[in-house]
């Protein structure tokens, strides 16, 4: 069974997630650059039916979804240690990586892409309201200014 890393992706915040932690790890990977695809090209959604990046290849396995990605590596590389191995602050952990994943990145990335003068004030309240959240929830969970 194959030990080598191949990553598939391209210039997203989800893409940089899993690359940031295969840097920390100092693991070696293959890094192959997609075109940003609309459809997604059969060959590739053999490897992720959902068809999105990025997408790892692990002993044969094609791993998907970024935070999913990580939690996997997390597990095949422990060291050095990316989660908090307590409890509760990795729950914290797991709670922050959800909501940028769903919230706080989509709201920033509509912010970037509007174009339209109409959705702008829309945009930036939807935007806004994800910081918001974002700076409450840190300052109510890292009260001393240090990592979860």
């Known amino acids: 069974m ?3 890393l191949k990553l598939y992706g391209f210039d997203c915040p989800f893409v940089e ?8 790890k100092q693991l070696d990977y293959e890094y192959t ?5 609309n459809p997604a090209p ?10 999105k990046v990025p997408v790892l290849i692990h002993r044969e396995q094609a791993i998907y979804e970024s935070a999913i990605i990580n939690e996997y590596l997390e597990d095949c590389f422990p060291k050095p240690t990316a989660f908090s191995k307590d409890p509760a602050a990795k729950a914290l952990a797991r709670i922050l990586i959800d909501y940028c994943g769903k919230s706080f990145v989509p709201a920033m990335f509509g912010l970037l892409m509007n174009r339209e003068q109409a959705n702008a004030e829309a945009v930036m309240t939807a935007s806004l309201e994800s910081w918001r959240w974002l700076n409450t929830f840190l300052v109510q969970h890292n009260r001393k200014g240090i990592l979860l």
């Open 2 to 4: 194959s030990e080598e």
């Open 17 to 24: 997630r899993t690359r940031l932690l295969l840097a920390l």
């Open 33 to 37: 650059r997609m075109q940003d695809f």
């Open 42 to 51: 059969d060959w590739f959604l053999a490897l992720n039916p959902l068809g």
